[in-house]
Structures are given as C-alpha cells and as structure tokens.
C-alpha cells in the first residue's frame, strides 16, 4: 500500500467576480462513496447554479470520474480532475459549488475558477502520503531516549506508541528494506548498547 490523498476532509470557499465557489475534498474508499457524497452536498446546495465534480479512487487511480453539472463542456468537471491528477492524488473526491453572481467568465475564466478551487483547496488541507509500513520496537533507558530525537531528526522518522515504564519502549515504522540498517544505524548511534526487534505493520499518514 502506498498512496497519496488529502490529509483531511474539507471545505474551502472563495468568491471570484461575485461567483461563489465552495470546494467540498472528501477521502472516500470507493467509486460509490464518491457518489453519494456527490449528492449529498447537491443536497445541500439545491439553490445553488452548479455542483461540479471529480474523483480518483484505487491505489493506483484507476477509476476516474468528473461531471460539468451544466457548465460548458469541459469547462469545470476535467480541470478539477486534471489538478487531483497533477497532485497526485486517489481515494478523493473534489465538490465545488457555484453560487453565480451575475457576471460571466468565459469558459477560460471558469477553468481557472474551477480548478482553482480545487487546487486552493488541497493547499490549505494539506496532503499525506499512505503507506504500509514495518515495526521497529526500540528499547531505551531514559538517559538514552533523552537524545533520542537527534536520531528521529537525523533519520526523519517519527516516533509512534511510546511507553514510559522501567524503561521507555517505542516504535518507528519505515520501509521493509529500510529495517536492517536502521538497526545498524541505532547501534552505532548508541555505541552498540540498545535493543530493538521488528514488530508488526502499521498503515502510516506521513504529511507530505
């Protein structure tokens, strides 16, 4: 498993020449996720002129979706598809509603708007990167773990399900192929005096 989506679900308004444009970012599983999650906020928004849409599901994004909902063709629906694709994104669906406010903006005007929207809005929800990971329990005294995190910075991991008892035990998840030497490494960080095992896999959000 390894994948990018967006760190959280969302909603990011704008106005642009009076238009209202609200982006709707939601994580969804599956294409019929996306869909229900579509007509929710049409629901939602029944007075408003326009719910566009697009989606990517599948680890690999193979299922691909986008709607105009009224727009001109091509003018809404692909360009937001087109930003979750640059984005590299799956397992996401992008809504943006638009209250119109009086004043056209030519089909280029509404590519920018739309695609905007959704490109503003994954900015400010940030994304994460989706993977599987394997375990590394590492046993430290308290003095070793006090400079712990100059190992965590060096290496750029974090730390997950740490435990303070007689000793303090913790767990730092990363690649497969990246355990061995990451053995190595604590090893030589500690002068040879610190345990560690592989321990189970744990799906991991890491921001990007």
Known sequence: ?????????????????????????????????????????????HKANHSC?????????????????????????????????????????????????????????????????VAHAIEEIGRVDVKELTGLTVELTYSQYQVFSNFLEKEGIQEFDTTFLSDVSTTLFV?????ERLGQELTEFYQGKVNYKKSGKKIVEIPI
């Open 1 to 45: 498993m390894d994948y990018k989506t967006i760190a959280n679900d969302g909603i990011v308004e704008e106005e642009i020449k009076k238009s209202r444009f609200i982006c709707h970012l939601k994580r969804i599983s599956n294409e019929e996720e996306g869909r229900e999650y579509i007509a929710q906020i049409k629901k939602e928004h």
């Open 53 to 117: 849409s697009a989606m990517i599901v599948g680890e690999d994004g193979q299922i691909k979706r986008s709607s105009d909902d009224g727009e001109p063709s091509g003018t809404a629906g692909v360009p937001m598809l087109t930003v979750l694709e640059k984005q590299g994104l799956t397992n996401v669906v992008a809504v943006v509603t638009r209250y119109f406010g009086g004043i056209k903006l030519g089909a280029g005007g509404l590519i920018r708007a739309y695609s905007g929207s």
């Open 175 to 179: 690649e497969e192929s990246e355990i």
